[in-house]
């Protein structure tokens, strides 16, 4: 079953916006990871934060997660058009050993 | 080498047709994961594979057959499939089932259309 709830659903900004895109999830996990996909195309691994992280960097992106409160943020700043795509997070959950995808969040991003 | 590559990138296949989607990884990965995707939709967990033998069916119909003749190759049999099947395919690797970190690596997926 699908445990990971992306909102907003979709996302319309401009170029050099940021852009902040949500998961819950419902169960403990091992780790928590988002992945961007373009239009029709494979997934792509952008960043995996552990249980044990609060915050994680990577180039332009920003991920926090909240155990408590079962819940991780994508930021990613100064937004690109070449960053239009749909992002998903995907919860490495305790005791099993697959990923399950949210719902996904698609961005568009406006020259 | 860090890329999973999937063959055909597009099928057309009637519901009497036998077909097959391929998949191959050369970084060592020792799980291979099949999903299925619709369109706007998360990818859904069809099959996994760790180390060469089916460790998990999603309750996935038997007109879809994996197999896994080596640890780099995963292929996906396709036997009388219903319009509803058409989705993308998408074919993933990762360490190992049950090591962590398990981040995934997909390939580009397959469109596949049943008519």
């Known amino acids: 079953s699908q445990q990971g709830e992306e909102d907003p659903q979709a996302l319309s900004i401009q170029e050099g916006e940021n852009a902040t895109m949500n998961c819950s999830y419902k169960t403990s996990i091992n780790n928590l990871q988002w992945y961007r996909q373009n239009s029709g195309r494979g997934l792509v691994h952008l960043i995996l934060i552990r249980s044990n992280e609060r915050e994680k960097h990577s180039g332009r992106l920003r991920v926090t997660l909240d155990t408590s409160k079962k819940s991780s943020s994508l930021l990613i700043t100064a937004s690109r058009a070449a960053d239009t795509a749909s992002y998903f997070c995907?919860?490495?959950?305790?005791?099993?050993?697959?990923?399950?995808f949210g719902k996904g969040t698609m961005l568009l991003v406006s020259p | 080498d860090t890329e999973v590559t999937q063959t055909p990138k597009h099928l057309v296949m009637g519901m009497t047709n036998k077909k097959s989607l391929k998949c191959e990884q050369h970084?060592?990965?020792?799980?291979m994961y099949w999903y299925k995707q619709k369109a706007k939709k998360p990818p859904e967990l069809m099959f996994v594979y760790s180390y060469e033998k089916l460790s998990i069916n999603e309750s996935v119909p038997s007109r879809f057959s994996p197999e896994c003749p080596n640890s780099s190759l995963l292929n996906l049999h396709l036997h009388a499939l219903q319009p509803e099947d058409s989705a993308l395919y998408l074919c993933?690797?990762?360490?190992?089932?049950?090591?962590?970190?398990?981040?995934?690596?997909f390939g580009p997926g397959t469109r596949l259309t049943v008519l």
């Open positions: 970084m060592g990965h020792r799980a």
């Open positions: 995907a919860t490495d959950n305790s005791g099993y050993s697959t990923l399950t």
């Open positions: 993933a690797s990762s360490q190992a089932n049950g090591q962590r970190p398990n981040e995934q690596f």
